[in-house]
Each structure stands twice: as C-alpha cells, then as structure tokens.
T-cell receptor, first 115, second 115 residues
Framework: GDSVTQMEGPVTLSEEAFLTINCTYTATGYPSLFWYVQYPGEGLQLLLK?????DKGSNKGFEATYRKETTSFHLEKGSVQVSDSAVYFC??????????????FGKGTLLTVNP | DTGVSQDPRHKITKRGQNVTFRCDPI?????LYWYRQTLGQGPEFLTYFQNEAQLEKSRLLSDRFSAERPKGSFSTLEIQRTEQGDSAMYLCASSSIGGPGDEQYFGPGTRLTVT
C-alpha cells in the first residue's frame, strides 16, 4: 500500500536558518503530494501541494518539488521564523484502486525555531 | 463560512462507555472524511462519505465504530464499548468533489481519553 516516510524530529533551528525536512513516498502510479502544517493548538492546514512530476508547490516562503525519479517531496525554506514553529506532515493521495481521495500521512516532524 | 467544526473538543470517558462525536463540514462540500491521530503519529484514514453514502471504511474501523451522514450534511462517529486503545484525536475533514489534488479542510479535532 501507499506510505510516506519523513525525517524524524524534533528539528531545532535558530531564526533565519535554512530548513529542509525530507520526505519520500511509496505509491503506485502518480500520486498527488502535500505538506500539511499543524500550529500549536490549531487544526491541520494545507501548506502546499504538487499534483504531477516536476511541479513545485510553494506558500509562505516554503517550497517542495515533486521528484518522481527519487520519489521525494522535500520541504525547504530559506529563512525560518519563530512563527514557523509547528508540526509538519508530508502526505499523499494515491490514484490507483479507485481510492483517489484518502490522505496517507507521514509521522510528522516537530520544528522549533528559536529567536 | 466558519470552516469545519467538531463537537466536543474533548471527551473523557470510562472504558466500556459509548461516545458520539459530531462533525459539521464546510456547507458546500460533498465529501467528508474521518481520520484518527495518536500521539507521535500522523493521521490515519478511517472512513469517507460522498454526500450521504459511506463509500469506504478502513480496516482500522472495528465493528464497535459506526459513522453516519444522514442528510449529506453533518456526520457522527460513534464508538461503542470504548477501550483504552481508542484514546486518540479524531479528525474530520471535508472537500468538494474534484480531483485528488483538491484540498481537504480539517476541523480542530475531538480528543478522546478513555480511562
């Protein structure tokens, strides 16, 4: 079945540092890929997405590129802020077997940014 | 539009009791999903409705779990004879009918603690 593996946390950075959170996936066909974020005390929010190979999703300074050859969707940000402290989830929706609607999530990576 | 709402936000119950959670999706959304998230893990898919029809149930959903969406609007998730292993955050999400890249909007979740 489909699966997502993301780097284990927690990740602790200083403000303005560069962020990378690795994510790789296993799925048949051509899944859609997502990054969701969960800020403290809030619900899951979509951060960015990419629906086909080589697409780049971007939002709020975060970027991720859909790499089919390496089955990866790594999240990056050039300069993190304290307000980026949250849990980040990589996820996919597969498109095989008719289940093209359910999200499969990674375990999440806790990011803490210190001033 | 107030987003996806869930009620209650927290529920503490004793083992063996029945509990029911409610989810109100975004009003124009046809699709509704339930996920479960345990500590340190990403959300896991439980079940999915398109309008009032329940189209898929995960193997995670034992016979003690039942979900309904009687008029294609709000949904309820009932757990009978709760067990300590049912302690988790129960998340509801909704989306419009479209492609697999469509965003699922999540509610704040109901945190269940079984003592």
């Amino acid at each position: 079945g489909d699966s997502v593996t993301q780097m284990e946390g927690p990740v602790t950075l200083s403000e303005e540092a560069f962020l990378t959170i690795n994510c790789t996936y296993t799925a048949t066909g051509y899944p859609s890929l997502f990054w969701y974020v969960q800020y403290p005390g809030e619900g899951l929010q979509l951060l960015l997405k990419a629906t086909k190979a080589d697409d780049k999703g971007s939002n709020k300074g975060f970027e991720a590129t859909y790499r089919k050859e390496t089955t990866s969707f790594h999240l990056e940000k050039g300069s993190v802020q304290v307000s980026d402290s949250a849990v980040y989830f990589c996820a996919l929706i597969g498109n095989s077997g008719g289940s093209n609607y359910k999200l499969t999530f990674g375990k999440g990576t806790l990011l803490t940014v210190n001033p | 539009d107030t987003g996806v709402s869930q009620d209650p936000r927290h529920k503490i119950t004793k083992r063996g009791q029945n509990v029911t959670f409610r989810c109100d999706p975004i009003s124009e959304h046809n699709r509704l999903y339930w996920y479960r998230q345990t500590l340190g893990q990403g959300p896991e898919f439980l079940t999915y409705f398109q309008n009032e029809a329940q189209l898929e149930k995960s193997r995670l959903l034992s016979d003690r779990f039942s979900a309904e969406r009687p008029k294609g609007s709000f949904s309820t998730l009932e757990i009978q004879r709760t067990e300590q292993g049912d302690s988790a955050m129960y998340l509801c999400a909704s989306s419009s009918i479209g492609g697999p890249g469509d965003e699922q909007y999540f509610g704040p979740g109901t945190r269940l603690t079984v003592t």
